[in-house]
């Protein structure tokens, strides 16, 4: 098993401007309520879920779950600066498996200033403390297990003429597991550091050349016997849009050099992809995907390569319905062994529809149904897994 890669990392460094870009260009929300600035959106969800396999592996034990998931949304507004938040709290009642009852909480701040001669600047964290699947779908490793992850991350641009810009980027995050040997095998995390820079030049009135490069070191929990520390570099080239109304992508390939516990430098191919199209005022695709180096949190002095690509089609029938449909996958090959541990290679699907429903202005219904599957090298590593959710949201 595995865990959360960082969006931020896993999409490359030009993923923080264009996450610039999307905030200072965002139109004031209109739930919530107003102080001059600020606003403050609280929310409550209400979830009833039928999971086919709650402790994802073969035995598949079905259970009942309810969800209870409060939290608040906060949004304030500067000259050429604001501020997002969120906090939220949930807690999970399992019907059958009473061991599994248990809260999770996280909070997320972000920072973001620009100026009229084109520098930018972003600042954010995310702290999260959960048990809950990290769906591949939303950016995550598609696993199951308490753990604690905190990140901080941010980004400076400059536009240094009208033909080309420069983003530096940098990233730490701190991601431990808890583990029980009684009932699970150990999974392992880390503190992982990145640094980063991308060039783009213009190539005509919709388009950009792109060029980056960044540099990341991991201090594994796993290590046994070994050195605990990890690195590598990468290099991509490739292009991205500009100013289009309809149709925004980023498209870069290469190559990664890594280098695990002073043993073996591993090369490899690795992209970045992310891509969002408005076909028109009611559908909507979009498209992400990466590949990248790192230790393995499975396997103890290992290293892996992952391989990640995932899409989605939303589609608004009615002006009170949303509907969307999403499909990923994630392959993670073992690349260095160690100990006499086996090079396994894992393979996860996943499929996910979701509907909502307005029933009126602050009450929203919602389901949807996820279906993955895990295929593996190794029998015990092997899964499948339904999950139905129906719910309601309260938001003001």
């Given amino acids: 098993m595995a865990t959360r890669k960082p969006p931020y990392a896993a999409s490359g460094i030009g993923f923080l401007l264009m996450l610039v870009l999307?905030?200072?260009?965002?139109?004031?929300?209109?739930?919530?309520?107003?102080?001059?600035?600020?606003?403050?959106?609280?929310?409550?969800?209400?979830?009833?879920?039928?999971?086919?396999?709650v402790d994802y592996d073969g035995?598949?034990?079905?259970d009942s779950i309810l969800t209870?998931?409060?939290?608040?949304?906060?949004?304030?507004?500067?000259?050429?600066?604001?501020?997002?938040?969120?906090?939220?709290?949930?807690?999970?009642?399992?019907?059958?498996y009473d061991d599994l009852d248990q809260d999770r909480y996280g909070e997320s701040l972000r920072f973001y200033a620009e100026s009229p001669?084109?520098?930018?600047?972003?600042?954010?964290?995310?702290?999260?403390?959960?048990?809950?699947?990290?769906?591949?779908?939303?950016?995550?490793?598609?696993?199951?297990?308490?753990?604690?992850?905190?990140e901080i991350m941010s980004a400076l641009s400059y536009q240094i003429s009208e033909r080309s810009s420069v983003t530096l980027n940098g990233m730490y995050s701190d991601l431990s597991y808890q583990n029980d040997s009684n009932q699970f095998g150990n999974?392992?995390?880390?503190?992982?550091?990145?640094?980063?820079?991308?060039?783009?030049?213009?190539?005509?009135?919709?388009?950009?050349?792109?060029?980056?490069?960044?540099?990341?070191?991991?201090?594994?929990?796993?290590?046994?016997?070994?050195?605990?520390?990890?690195?590598?570099?990468?290099?991509?080239?490739?292009?991205?849009?500009?100013?289009?109304?309809?149709?925004?992508?980023?498209?870069l390939t290469g190559a990664s050099w890594f280098d695990y516990a002073n043993g073996d430098q591993l090369?490899?191919?690795?992209?970045?992809?992310?891509?969002?199209?408005?076909?028109?005022?009611?559908?909507?695709?979009?498209?992400?995907?990466?590949?990248?180096?790192?230790?393995?949190?499975r396997e103890a002095n290992q290293a892996m390569q992952v391989y990640v690509l995932s899409t989605g089609l939303s589609y608004r029938p009615a002006k009170r319905v949303t509907t969307r449909?999403?499909?990923?996958?994630?392959?993670?090959?073992?690349?260095?062994?160690?100990?006499?541990?086996?090079?396994?290679?894992?393979?996860?699907?996943?499929?996910?529809?979701?509907?909502?429903?307005r029933l009126q202005k602050y009450v929203s219904l919602y389901g949807s149904l996820t279906y993955e599957e895990q295929i593996s090298d190794d029998n015990a590593d092997e899964f499948d897994r339904l999950r139905g959710t129906v719910g309601l949201n309260f938001r003001y």
């Fill in 22 to 53: 999307c905030l200072s260009g965002r139109a004031q929300s209109t739930s919530g309520f107003k102080y001059n600035n600020l606003t403050v959106s609280p929310f409550v969800n209400l979830e009833y879920s039928y999971d086919s396999n």
């Fill in 59 to 62: 035995q598949e034990n079905d």
């Fill in 68 to 96: 209870i998931n409060p939290g608040v949304d906060l949004t304030y507004r500067g000259n050429d600066w604001g501020l997002d938040g969120k906090a939220w709290y949930g807690y999970d009642k399992y019907k059958e």
């Fill in 117 to 150: 001669r084109g520098l930018r600047f972003i600042l954010g964290q995310n702290y999260i403390k959960t048990h809950q699947d990290d769906s591949i779908l939303d950016g995550g490793r598609g696993i199951w297990r308490e753990r604690d992850l905190h």
């Fill in 187 to 251: 999974l392992y995390g880390w503190r992982e550091w990145s640094v980063g820079m991308e060039v783009a030049r213009k190539l005509t009135a919709k388009s950009n050349l792109l060029l980056s490069g960044s540099y990341q070191e991991y201090d594994s929990d796993g290590a046994q016997g070994i050195d605990s520390n990890s690195g590598g570099y990468t290099l991509m080239a490739g292009f991205g849009s500009r100013a289009t109304e309809r149709i925004s992508y980023r498209a």
């Fill in 267 to 297: 090369t490899g191919w690795v992209y970045s992809l992310d891509a969002n199209w408005i076909i028109n005022r009611k559908l909507v695709w979009s498209v992400a995907g990466s590949s990248y180096f790192q230790p393995s949190e």
């Fill in 325 to 357: 449909f999403d499909i990923g996958m994630r392959r993670e090959e073992n690349e260095y062994s160690r100990n006499n541990q086996g090079a396994v290679t894992s393979d996860k699907f996943s499929a996910r529809v979701r509907a909502d429903y």
